[in-house]
């Protein structure tokens, strides 16, 4: 790593339906279908910690019971989490999300897994890498059509927008 800069690159890896897709990478059946995953409390069939794109696409979200969600899309598939001695067995996506981070770890830099589904890439020494195979410096700042598939944090002169949980992000995304 170039030691002139105090500037770090860190990525977070958010894993959008992490939990529907340890069930669909379980059971491929349900693969491409309507899928949540329920708590292990049955109650009004559980409450719903997790919605694949397919349920989400009619409506079902995570604040709703597996119950609301049968109604609103007859046709979903609810995966309950295990339970071990009366509590939730979070195991397999445990399993799952190291799965992930030993991938992740393939890449180089480091990483800290901030929850089952997230983990922070620290990137700058892969960035460095990349820099100096470029005419960029790390100082430059990229054009927007370089991050048209990006969601980036703190690049100037970019909107914000609220997302669906209120958060503030920006609309563009890295692409290589």
Excluded at 32 to 45: D, I, L, T
Excluded at 79 to 86: D, E, F, I, Q
């Amino acid at each position: 790593m170039n030691q002139h800069h105090k500037k770090r690159v860190v990525v977070l890896i958010d894993m959008d339906c992490f939990y529907v897709q340890v069930e669909q990478r379980r059971d491929p059946l349900i693969r491409g279908k309507p899928c949540a995953v329920v708590q292990y409390n049955a109650w009004k069939g559980g409450g719903i910690i997790a919605v694949g794109y397919e349920a989400r696409a009619v409506g079902v979200s995570r604040n709703m019971r597996g119950d609301e969600a049968k109604q609103k899309c007859p046709e979903i598939h609810l995966c309950r989490v295990p339970t071990a001695n009366g509590k939730a067995d979070l195991t397999r996506y445990r399993d799952a999300s190291a799965e992930v981070i030993k991938v992740l770890l393939q890449f180089g830099g480091l990483v800290e897994r901030a929850s089952i589904d997230e983990a922070y890439v620290d990137v700058t020494e892969t960035i460095d890498k990349i820099l100096e195979k470029s005419s960029r410096t790390f100082d430059s700042v990229p054009k927007m059509d370089d991050l048209q598939f990006t969601h980036v944090v703190g690049y100037p002169g970019v909107e914000t927008c609220d997302d669906s949980t209120g958060n503030q992000m920006l609309l563009t995304t890295f692409t290589s």
